[in-house]
Protein backbone atom coordinates (compact mmCIF):
# COMPACT_ATOMS: atom_id res chain seq x y z
CA UNK A 1 0.00 0.00 0.00
CA UNK A 2 2.43 2.39 -0.12
CA UNK A 3 2.90 3.25 -4.01
CA UNK A 4 0.23 4.80 -6.05
CA UNK A 5 -0.09 0.67 -7.57
CA UNK A 6 -0.88 -0.94 -4.26
CA UNK A 7 -4.37 -1.98 -3.39
CA UNK A 8 -3.72 -3.17 0.44
CA UNK A 9 -6.49 -5.01 2.43
CA UNK A 10 -5.28 -5.39 6.08
CA UNK A 11 -6.96 -8.35 8.21
CA UNK A 12 -6.96 -5.44 11.28
CA UNK A 13 -10.24 -4.10 8.90
CA UNK A 14 -8.06 -1.11 7.38
CA UNK A 15 -7.42 -0.61 3.63
CA UNK A 16 -4.13 1.44 1.95
CA UNK A 17 -3.30 2.91 -1.17
CA UNK A 18 -0.24 5.07 -2.20
CA UNK A 19 0.58 5.49 1.94
CA UNK A 20 -1.94 6.31 2.99
CA UNK A 21 -4.71 3.87 5.24
CA UNK A 22 -8.42 4.00 6.50
CA UNK A 23 -10.88 2.13 7.49
CA UNK A 24 -12.83 -0.90 5.61
CA UNK A 25 -15.11 -3.42 7.07
CA UNK A 26 -13.91 -5.42 9.73
CA UNK A 27 -11.15 -7.70 11.03
CA UNK A 28 -10.52 -11.14 10.03
CA UNK A 29 -9.24 -14.14 11.38
CA UNK A 30 -8.29 -17.55 11.39
CA UNK A 31 -10.24 -19.80 8.77
CA UNK A 32 -12.23 -16.72 7.16
CA UNK A 33 -12.31 -16.43 4.22
CA UNK A 34 -11.45 -13.42 1.70
CA UNK A 35 -12.84 -13.13 -1.45
CA UNK A 36 -11.83 -9.89 -4.16
CA UNK A 37 -13.16 -9.11 -7.14
CA UNK A 38 -11.37 -6.97 -10.03
CA UNK A 39 -13.45 -5.61 -12.33
CA UNK A 40 -11.83 -4.26 -15.19
CA UNK A 41 -14.46 -4.65 -17.67
CA UNK A 42 -17.23 -2.71 -16.70
CA UNK A 43 -15.72 0.69 -18.06
CA UNK A 44 -15.24 1.82 -14.15
CA UNK A 45 -12.35 -0.65 -12.95
CA UNK A 46 -13.22 -1.41 -9.35
CA UNK A 47 -11.75 -3.57 -6.27
CA UNK A 48 -14.54 -5.02 -4.04
CA UNK A 49 -13.64 -7.66 -1.28
CA UNK A 50 -15.75 -9.86 0.06
CA UNK A 51 -15.36 -11.49 4.20
CA UNK A 52 -16.63 -15.10 4.14
CA UNK A 53 -19.05 -14.18 1.35
CA UNK A 54 -20.33 -10.92 2.10
CA UNK A 55 -19.50 -7.62 0.32
CA UNK A 56 -17.23 -5.24 2.62
CA UNK A 57 -18.11 -2.45 -0.33
CA UNK A 58 -16.37 -0.96 -3.38
CA UNK A 59 -12.41 -0.70 -1.69
CA UNK A 60 -11.14 1.09 -4.44
CA UNK A 61 -12.83 2.49 -7.53
CA UNK A 62 -11.04 4.00 -10.86
CA UNK A 63 -8.19 1.51 -10.92
CA UNK A 64 -5.71 2.04 -13.31
CA UNK A 65 -6.51 -0.81 -15.57
CA UNK A 66 -3.45 -0.71 -18.00
CA UNK A 67 -1.31 -2.55 -15.17
CA UNK A 68 -0.58 -5.89 -13.98
CA UNK A 69 -2.07 -6.97 -10.98
CA UNK A 70 -0.61 -9.90 -8.40
CA UNK A 71 -2.68 -11.11 -5.23
CA UNK A 72 -0.51 -11.31 -2.45
CA UNK A 73 -0.56 -12.52 1.22
CA UNK A 74 2.13 -11.12 3.52
CA UNK A 75 2.34 -10.60 7.28
CA UNK A 76 4.94 -7.32 7.75
CA UNK A 77 4.58 -7.81 11.16
CA UNK A 78 6.45 -11.01 11.59
CA UNK A 79 4.79 -12.01 14.75
CA UNK A 80 2.14 -14.33 13.70
CA UNK A 81 1.70 -17.48 11.29
CA UNK A 82 -0.69 -15.83 8.88
CA UNK A 83 -1.13 -18.70 5.48
CA UNK A 84 -2.69 -17.62 2.54
CA UNK A 85 -4.22 -19.86 0.49
CA UNK A 86 -5.29 -19.20 -2.90
CA UNK A 87 -8.51 -20.16 -4.84
CA UNK A 88 -9.36 -19.46 -8.39
CA UNK A 89 -11.97 -21.75 -8.37
CA UNK A 90 -9.66 -25.16 -8.33
CA UNK A 91 -10.25 -25.62 -5.27
CA UNK A 92 -12.97 -24.83 -2.31
CA UNK A 93 -11.32 -26.66 0.73
CA UNK A 94 -8.28 -24.04 0.23
CA UNK A 95 -6.26 -27.65 0.66
CA UNK A 96 -8.15 -28.85 3.30
CA UNK A 97 -8.61 -26.04 5.91
CA UNK A 98 -11.90 -25.69 5.45
CA UNK A 99 -15.49 -27.14 4.04
CA UNK A 100 -16.34 -26.43 0.21
CA UNK A 101 -19.12 -24.75 -0.90
CA UNK A 102 -19.85 -26.31 -4.33
CA UNK A 103 -20.36 -22.85 -5.41
CA UNK A 104 -19.53 -22.28 -9.81
CA UNK A 105 -19.46 -19.22 -11.39
CA UNK A 106 -22.22 -17.82 -13.63
CA UNK A 107 -20.64 -20.44 -16.55
CA UNK A 108 -20.37 -23.36 -13.87
CA UNK A 109 -16.97 -23.30 -13.40
CA UNK A 110 -14.84 -23.62 -10.39
CA UNK A 111 -16.03 -24.75 -6.73
CA UNK A 112 -15.91 -21.75 -4.06
CA UNK A 113 -16.83 -22.09 -0.75
CA UNK A 114 -19.19 -18.84 -1.34
CA UNK A 115 -21.18 -17.50 -4.19
CA UNK A 116 -18.79 -15.51 -6.82
CA UNK A 117 -20.60 -12.40 -7.22
CA UNK A 118 -22.82 -11.95 -10.45
CA UNK A 119 -20.86 -11.31 -13.27
CA UNK A 120 -16.96 -12.92 -11.94
CA UNK A 121 -15.82 -15.70 -13.09
CA UNK A 122 -13.60 -18.47 -12.30
CA UNK A 123 -9.68 -17.64 -13.33
CA UNK A 124 -9.56 -20.67 -15.65
CA UNK A 125 -8.83 -21.14 -19.70
CA UNK A 126 -12.39 -22.16 -20.50
CA UNK A 127 -13.41 -18.58 -19.19
CA UNK A 128 -10.84 -16.39 -20.83
CA UNK A 129 -11.61 -14.64 -23.87
CA UNK A 130 -9.21 -14.93 -26.85
CA UNK A 131 -9.15 -12.69 -29.62
Known sequence: GSSANDYVYQFDGTKKNNGSGSSYGLSSTTN?????????????????IYKNGSSLGTMYSSLNSGITYLPNVGDINSTSNLKGIFNFGQDGTFAGNVSAGGNADSNSYGNFKYAPPAGFLSLCSANLRFS
Open 32 to 48: DVVGVALDLDSGTTTLT
